[in-house]
């Protein structure tokens, strides 16, 4: 089960880079003409938002850290909540959408302290 899980990272950031990549499409080429300049920027932001996480995510697989679930389940959770609600306002979704998107983004910018001060920890560790 240990190997399954340290495997999250990677799976989840290929996952999301997959979907960020046909949302991207998706928004370039299905939605240009159906959406208001606002809306596409929600969309947009998303997009950006998603790939960078999920490229970061793969990165994080990839390095093996120690302790790094914690993080990577805060990034993923961030990513999908901030990322999904601009992708669900940008398609009419109600606006109070908008009032979670900074949830997603507090759970994104957790995970990064989350991992900072478990490299900080490691480091000392190994000192």
Known sequence: M???LSRFPLI???????LGVAFGAFGAHGLRSLLDANALGWWQTAVEYQMWHAISLIALGAARLPRSLLPALLLTAGTVIFAGTLYLMALGGPRWLGAVTPIGGSLMILGWVVLAWQALRTGKQRS
Do not use: I, V
């Not at 989840?12 to 997959?18: H, K, N, P, Q």
């Open 2 to 4: 240990h190997n399954d």
């Open 12 to 18: 989840a950031g290929s996952l999301l880079a997959a």
